[in-house]
Each structure stands twice: as C-alpha cells, then as structure tokens.
C-alpha cells in the first residue's frame, strides 16, 4: 500500500511558478514510478508528467514541455513538480499517482493522493 498526499497548490498569476510536493508513505516508494495528473472542471483527467523509480527517465505531456520539471527525492519519499511560467490552461486539481509499472504508462498508475488545486489567474 501507498499513501499519497499532495501540498503547494494555491493561486498565482499568469506567468508565475508553484511547486507541488507528493509525500508518500509505505516502503515501495523508491521502487515506484511516480506521475502527476490535472484534471480541469468539465475535462478528462490528463497525464502531466511521469518519471521513473531512478530518476534516470522522465515524460512530460507536449503541454508543459519547457515549463514544468518533475523530480523525486527517494531519501525523503516525495516527488515534486515544478511549474514555472504558468498559463491560465494549467488551471486544473493536480493528483499524484503511484505505479508499479512503467513510468509512462497512464493506466499503471493505481495509488492516487487527494489532488491539490492550482489556479492560474490572467
């Protein structure tokens, strides 16, 4: 079993940065893929980004390219994303997710955190 919980959401402007943090418990974490999903009101969950239990590989929707960076801390059991130049398109509940497959496969992903809203104002 993982335990996920999400921090960092919050309201910013065009153009600023927030960093979510995903605290997970349990003793499978370091041997897990990790990903983040958004899912806008009124629009299907969508896979944001993902990276692999070393940190050696990551995916990144076409999106968010350039603008957000996924990175993990196995030592601390937290995976982060760092969004920088945001738009009012990334407005969405973030989710973090847990698979013990690979990285890059979306339906993989079977832990699932509360979610925390960003809102990106214009």
């Known amino acids: 079993q993982v335990q996920l919980v999400e921090s960092g959401g919050g309201l910013v402007q065009a153009g600023g940065s927030l960093r979510l943090s995903c605290a997970a418990s349990g003793s499978t974490f370091s041997s897990s893929a990790m990903g983040w999903f958004r899912q806008a009101p009124g629009k299907a969950r969508e896979f944001v980004a993902g990276?692999?239990?070393?940190?050696?590989?990551?995916y990144y929707t076409d999106s968010v390219k350039g603008r957000f960076t996924i990175s993990r801390d196995n030592a601390k059991n937290t995976v982060y994303l760092q969004m920088n130049s945001l738009k009012p398109e990334d407005t969405a509940v973030y989710y973090c997710?847990?698979?013990?497959?690979?990285?890059?496969?979306?339906?993989?992903?079977?832990?699932w955190g509360q979610g925390t809203q960003v809102t990106v104002s214009s």
């Open positions: 997710a847990a698979s013990n497959y690979y990285y890059t496969i979306p339906t993989s992903y079977n832990y």
């Open positions: 990276i692999s239990p070393g940190s050696l590989s990551t």
